[in-house]
């Protein structure tokens, strides 16, 4: 038997960077996580900040001309990085799955949802056709598709958005995978139809104990799905914690920001307090702190030193890590003054 | 579907019949006398008068017209009293250059012609195809600059140069194939083929260096889809990812300039004939053009038009077998 909390994904010092015509493009740099049986880590970042890059290095998607990974991956036991590409590509869809941002382009346009489930299931396992379509059905059936047997022979674009994510989800699963990475699943999606995937995935993981890696830009989807959160910044980890500390106690400037630019509906304020700034070129990394040149209170820190020197991954409080040079007084201060967190 | 067929078969021959006449009057546009060119070396003006009554000249044009698309249907004759000259249902005009029925010559040359485009279609499809997918799969490795820097001198070359340097070596200098005699494949199939080979390898080589690009190009753009990301995330191999999901996506455009490139060599493929001596349906029309063998003319532009019209239905047809989107309603 599988313990519930037994770590199922470790990453470690995991590096990505591209060869670009500009430059090496470091678009992951030294990023270590784990993610136990059944549980859900949120990466939460901006566009450009590496979170589905570090993704898809886990999963093996990235073309190794192009790329550069180092680090490591151990899924199980069995470390992913260096591996034998075919033996990564047999967990790929079978123990690992993903689920994409825009269902419609990550389906198939030409073959029917039938086939491409059926494909799904029987490149691991050994299965005929009519079992196949069987499994496809069931599975449709459980992510709340309506109409199964017809749906099956029906294209992608005969489908909305919602039910397109669906599919995705129902392909994703069909294998049983003990590891779900979400890239974005709600981002293209309509508001209502968002919180009801959302609601789906939460049941699917209840039911079949599936640990997700939910990769988002969205506060709100993390407070729903997350127990644990990191928070990505420029290719790094800048805060890790559990998911009530991210919204109870941040302790990261860029945290802080992420956080003040959420709706609140009983806050009397007709705008939002974006995040000055742009995200960091990630071919010339600035030398120090990767979000000093954008973080409001780089000077309460003494000599300069968030532009010269990159802070390391801190604890704070058990399991909360932040990258930042800020004492946790400063930091107690400022949340104070600032109304940063909500009060427990 | 089925009322999609229809209702494009009877466009079709909407746009063939606009075709015939077109054609019909390119042949009155002509700046010579049709019944002058039916008359021999010692013509005289009462001979060339008798001749444009016997062939129905002196009607209004569009009688013409009809009498010349009624023959298609159901034949007609030429001339009159002991000089009559049959021609027979399809029949497309008598050639009095050639002492013959027009239909009779194209019966003649057709099969040589689709004999060259079949066999060099296939060649060019074959190597193409795969040596672009082959380019795309090793994209921005020495593979790929490889395959495209061959494909592009390939391209670069003009059809009568790889034929007359083919037919130079293989034939005059290492004599390694008999001079090109045509025969049909019933008769001697060695012959046959020994006569094909190199007319199929020059046409191939220009159109095999454009497939190569063009099914390159495809692949590179369908690979990065997003589609193509799942279909790894699957779990599926590489080469059935290549296979099954982009080169499937990347089919519609390479289908589209393979129907109507054969089309357009089905009509006569001109220059190979000539360099290799086959009788085909392009020396035809060339000679006809030459020799102001009007009802020829006609009847092989038709001919070719009719190709070309035909494979755009069979193309469009396609298009809704590759890809569900697009509906034929």
Not at chain 1, 70 to 94: M, T, Y
Not at chain 1, 315 to 333: I, K, P, V
Not at chain 2, 190 to 202: D, K, N
Request: include cysteine; charge should be negative.
């Amino acid at each position: 038997m599988t313990q519930k909390n037994e770590v199922l994904l470790s990453v470690r010092n995991l590096s990505v960077s591209f060869t670009t015509e500009d430059g090496e493009v470091n678009a992951v740099s030294n990023v270590s996580y784990e993610v136990r049986r059944g549980q859900t880590l949120a990466i939460v970042g901006e566009s450009g900040s590496g979170k589905s890059v570090s993704s898809l290095a886990v999963m093996g998607l990235l073309s190794g001309n192009t790329s550069h990974i180092s680090g490591e991956v151990e899924f199980d036991g069995q470390q992913l990085i260096g591996a034998d590409p075919e033996d990564v590509r047999k967990l790929r869809g079978n123990r690992i799955a993903m689920i994409f941002q825009d269902p419609l382009s990550a389906l198939h346009p030409y073959y029917k949802i039938g086939d491409q489930l059926i494909e799904a299931v029987q490149i691991h396992n050994k299965i005929s056709d009519s079992d196949a379509r069987k499994r496809a059905a069931e599975m449709l059936d459980r992510v709340g598709i309506p109409a199964v047997e017809q749906r099956l022979d029906e294209y992608p674009h005969q489908l909305s958005g919602g039910m397109r994510q669906r599919v995705m989800i129902a392909m994703a699963l069909i294998n049983d995978p003990e590891l779900l990475i979400a890239d974005e699943p709600t981002t293209a999606l309509d508001v209502t139809v968002q919180a009801q995937i959302l609601d789906l995935l939460r049941d699917l993981q209840k039911e079949f104990g599936t640990a997700i890696v939910l990769i988002t830009h969205d506060l709100g989807v993390v407070a729903d799905l997350a127990d644990d959160v990191m928070v990505m910044y420029g290719g790094s980890a800048v805060e890790q914690a559990p998911v009530r500390e991210i919204f109870y106690q941040p302790q990261m400037p860029y945290t802080w920001g992420l956080l003040a630019s959420i709706p609140q509906v009983h806050v009397n304020s007709t705008r939002l307090d974006p995040i000055p700034g742009n995200p960091p070129s990630l071919i010339n990394m600035p030398a120090g702190c990767v979000f000093a040149p954008r973080c409001t209170y780089k000077d309460q820190v003494p000599n300069n030193l968030c532009e010269t020197t990159k802070p390391d991954l801190e604890g704070t409080s058990e399991g909360h890590f932040a990258r930042c040079h800020l004492s946790s007084t400063q930091r107690d201060a400022i949340r104070v003054a600032n109304n940063i967190g909500r009060s427990s | 579907m089925f009322p999609y067929i229809i209702r494009r078969l009877g466009l079709m021959v909407v746009m063939l019949t606009l075709l015939s006449i077109v054609t019909f009057l390119l042949f009155n546009a002509v700046p010579t006398d049709p019944a002058l060119l039916t008359c021999g070396k010692s013509c005289t003006p009462q001979i060339v008068a008798a001749n444009r009554i016997r062939l129905g000249l002196d009607q209004p044009l569009y009688v013409q017209y009809i009498d010349w698309v009624k023959a298609i249907f159901v034949g007609r004759t030429y001339g009159s009293g002991t000089q009559t000259f049959p021609c027979h249902a399809p029949c497309l005009g008598y050639s009095f250059r050639n002492g013959e029925e027009v239909t009779v010559m194209i019966k003649a040359a057709l099969p040589i012609t689709i004999y060259l485009a079949i066999g060099a279609f296939i060649l060019w499809m074959v190597f193409g195809i795969l040596s672009g997918i082959y380019a795309a799969k090793h994209h921005t490795e020495w593979q790929d600059r490889v395959i495209m820097g061959v494909a592009l001198v390939g391209y670069s070359l003009p059809v009568f140069f790889i034929g007359l340097v083919l037919l130079i070596f293989v034939v005059v200098r290492l004599h390694l194939l008999p001079y090109p005699d045509y025969i049909a494949p019933q008769t001697n199939p060695v012959q046959f083929l020994q006569t094909m080979i190199l007319p199929w390898i020059s046409l191939a080589i220009l159109y095999a260096a454009y497939y190569t690009r063009l099914t390159r190009s495809q692949m590179l753009e369908t690979l990065s889809e997003d589609y193509i990301r799942t279909a790894r995330a699957k779990g599926l191999p590489e080469s059935v990812v290549i296979r099954k999901h982009g080169f499937r996506a990347g089919l519609t455009p390479i289908v589209t300039s393979a129907g109507l490139d054969l089309a357009g060599l089905l009509g006569g493929a001109v220059i190979t004939e000539f360099i290799f001596s086959l009788p085909g349906l392009g020396r035809l029309s060339i000679s006809a053009v030459t020799e102001y063998d009007l009802p020829t003319i006609t009847a092989t532009v038709l001919v070719a038009a009719t190709f070309v019209i035909v494979a755009n239905l069979i193309v469009d047809m396609l298009y809704a077998a590759i890809d569900p989107r697009v509906r034929l309603s």
